[in-house]
C-alpha cells in the first residue's frame, strides 16, 4: 500500500506565500458547511471554485470549475497552480483559528489512487499545529508541499494562539503527476480495488457517503456492507 502521506521536493518561498495572502486577509472568509466536522473557527475563502465565487467552498467531483476574482490578483498562488501540469478542481485558502480543532473525519475519493490527488502548502503554522493521517502525524512547515491520503481518517489540533493558514489543490490525476509520485516512491499501478478497509474506516465511509444520498453513493454504500 502507498504512503498515507508524502513530502513533495518542491518547497515555494515562505515571505511570497504570506504576502499573497495578505492581499486575501480582506475577502470573506466562509465557515466550512459541515459544522459536526469541527470546534472553534474553520474557514475558507476560494481561489477557483464550481461557480467561480471567493465565498463558494463546496467540493463536488465531476464537477467543471473555475478561477476566482480574487486569484487574478494572486500571482504567486497562480504560478504555484502552474506548476502542477495538471487539471485542478478547488483551490482554496483553510483557515484553522487558534485553539480550534478540525475531528477525525475521512474524505470520499481523495486518494491518488482514485485518480485525485490534495495538496497542502502551509502559508502559517507553528509547532503547536498537530495533522494526523491515519494516526500517523504530518510533520508539516511553511513553505513545504505535502500530498496526503484523506481517504485515510485524518484530523487537525491547532493549539497555538495564531491561526493555521494553508493554500490547498485539489488536483486530477494524469501522466504528468504518476512520474512525479513514482519519483515519490508511489507504486502507481497501485489498484484501489485492492484496498481491504478495517471495519472502523469502511463505517466512516458509509456514514460519509450517508450524508449526500444519491444513486452512485448508495450503491457504493451496498458494496461497502457486502463486503
Not at 483557515?95 to 475519493?109: F, T
Not at 485524518?154 to 489543490?169: G, W
Not at 516512491?185 to 469502511?202: A, L, N, R
Request: hydrophobic share 35%; with cysteine.
Amino acid at each position: 500500500m502507498n504512503p498515507s502521506s508524502s513530502r513533495l521536493s518542491i518547497t515555494f518561498s515562505i515571505d511570497k506565500l504570506q504576502q499573497e495572502f495578505a492581499l486575501c486577509e480582506s475577502e470573506l472568509w466562509t465557515p466550512h458547511f459541515n459544522t459536526g466536522r469541527y470546534e472553534g473557527n474553520w474557514t475558507s475563502v476560494s481561489l477557483r471554485s464550481q461557480s467561480g465565487l471567493i465565498d463558494d467552498i463546496t467540493s463536488f467531483p465531476n464537477k467543471e470549475y473555475q478561477n476566482t476574482s480574487l486569484l487574478d490578483r494572486c500571482h504567486y498562488f497562480k504560478e504555484i497552480m502552474d506548476w502542477f501540469q495538471c487539471e485542478k478542481e478547488a483551490v482554496r485558502l483553510l483557515r484553522l483559528g487558534p485553539n480550534s480543532e478540525i475531528k477525525e473525519h475521512v474524505d470520499n475519493d481523495t486518494s491518488y489512487e482514485d485518480g485525485f490527488f490534495r495538496i497542502h502548502i502551509p502559508i502559517i503554522t507553528n509547532s503547536e499545529v498537530f495533522f494526523y493521517v491515519d494516526k500517523k502525524l504530518v510533520p508539516m512547515k511553511m513553505g513545504e508541499c505535502w500530498y496526503a491520503n484523506f481517504q485515510l481518517p485524518h484530523s487537525v489540533e491547532n493549539k497555538s494562539k495564531e491561526s493555521r493558514i494553508h493554500l490547498t489543490l485539489d488536483c486530477i490525476r494524469n501522466d504528468w503527476s504518476d512520474k512525479l509520485f513514482a519519483e515519490m516512491g508511489f507504486d502507481v499501478s497501485y489498484s484501489p480495488k485492492e484496498i481491504d478497509y478495517s471495519d472502523e474506516i469502511k463505517q466512516r465511509i458509509i456514514e460519509e457517503l450517508s450524508r449526500n444520498p444519491s444513486d452512485t453513493n448508495a450503491k457504493l454504500i451496498a458494496a461497502l456492507q457486502s463486503k
